[in-house]
């Protein structure tokens, strides 16, 4: 079913990779976007509003910005975990180094942000949703490496 979302997005992030700067920052980017993935998140995203507004593009910049914040998170997930793979290809630290993948995965979190400022759909509320969920992407993550030492893990609500 969602398969034609999928497309959608990946023919997106085709158009958006080929876009980027010639910068060879840029490169770690270009190249977590064409390792592929499943683009759930970002294929719900359009399913979600073509059920709504039968127009599943008016969310492209969404579903687009979705899709990339995914990937900034992997980029430091493997970078903190030491995780030698992503997609079955060699992970960004290891391809080029940690410095390279910090700075792309910072790039891209700048680009998501840059992409979500321009959709014609933007108000202050989304924008602060998305925000409040990178908030949450990151304390999660500091958990994740606190649980790593401890014995014991409690549940927190947020």
């Not at 990937?71 to 975990?81: Q, R, S």
């Not at 400022?117 to 998305?130: A, G, I, R, Y």
């Not at 990178?134 to 999660?140: K, S």
Request: proline share 4%; aromatic share 8%.
């Amino acid at each position: 079913m969602l398969i034609r979302y999928k497309d959608i997005i990946d023919k997106e992030l085709d158009v958006f990779s080929k876009k980027l700067p010639s910068i060879s920052i840029y490169d770690p980017i270009k190249y977590i976007i064409n390792n592929g993935g499943k683009r759930f998140r970002s294929s719900l995203t359009l399913f979600s509003t073509d059920l709504f507004s039968n127009n599943p593009l008016l969310s492209i910049n969404e579903a687009l910005a979705i899709e990339l914040f995914h990937n900034f998170t992997l980029i430091h997930d493997d970078i903190m975990d030491q995780a030698p793979l992503r997609r079955n290809q060699p992970s960004i630290h290891k391809k080029w180094n940690s410095n390279i993948a910090i700075l792309s995965g910072d790039l891209l979190y700048a680009v998501v942000n840059s992409i979500l400022s321009k959709s014609p759909s933007q108000s202050v509320e989304t924008n602060m949703l998305f925000q409040k969920t990178a908030i949450q992407v990151c304390e999660g993550q500091s958990l994740d490496m606190e649980f790593e030492k401890s014995e014991s893990v409690t549940i927190l609500i947020i």
